[in-house]
Nanobody
């Protein structure tokens, strides 16, 4: 079975940092386009960042320069390093593979 398990969320003060992790299993990780998507309370989903099979990285304008996506194919893990967090970053963050398989989400709260 395909599984994506996120971790690393939490509560931080503005200006702080968090690193989210998403461990994948049940598929050939390196063959998939991986993304981080967030949903703020009462808000729409926002594509935060993605990384292609070739390693090309994209970011939402709202997080450029603050967030960094990376992946470790040997560990089947994709990361999202989030620096200089702002209250507007408060959301549930989801990991997705090909926008088809989804994790359960991890809460990030910035005060």
């Amino acid at each position: 079975d395909v599984q994506l398990v996120e971790s690393g969320g939490g509560s931080v003060q503005a200006g702080g940092s968090l690193r989210l992790s998403c461990v994948a299993s049940g598929f050939t990780f390196s063959n998939y386009y991986m993304s981080w998507v967030r949903q703020a309370p009462g808000g729409d989903c926002e594509l935060v960042s993605s990384i292609t099979r070739g390693g090309k990285k994209d970011y939402a304008e709202s997080v450029k320069g603050r967030f960094t996506i990376s992946q470790d194919n040997a560990e089947n893990t994709v990361y999202l390093q989030m620096n200089t967090l702002e209250p507007e970053d408060t959301a549930v963050y989801y990991c997705a593979a090909e926008m088809y398989y989804w994790g359960q989400g991890t809460q990030v709260t910035v005060s």
